[in-house]
């Protein structure tokens, strides 16, 4: 992570834990968000924390809001219960 990357600001609506430790995620995307510093809390196993800045894009061309249904639509597709087994 550096300052100036951009992060997904998500939602989390639903969070199933595996017992290896991994879990699975429901969430919408809210916004984007730009670094604006980060720093790992001592006594947390290196966990970073960061503050962020709101990103506010540019309204899409009609092609480019288009691509991104048809990316969306291609993502819907794929079956994540189906990667739990």
């Not at 924390?49 to 061309?61: F, G, I, K, M, R």
């Not at 809001?65 to 219960?81: D, G, I, M, Q, S």
């Amino acid at each position: 992570m550096a300052q100036s990357d951009i992060g997904l600001i998500a939602e989390v609506s639903e969070c199933d834990f595996a017992h290896d430790g991994r879990a699975y995620l429901a969430a919408r995307l809210k916004s984007r968000a730009r670094v604006a510093e980060y720093w790992c809390e001592e006594g947390t196993e290196g966990l970073f924390y960061c503050t962020v800045e709101d990103v506010h894009d540019a309204p899409l061309s009609d092609d480019e809001a288009a691509r991104a249904r048809e990316t969306l639509t291609n993502v819907r597709r794929c079956t994540l219960p189906a990667a739990r087994a």
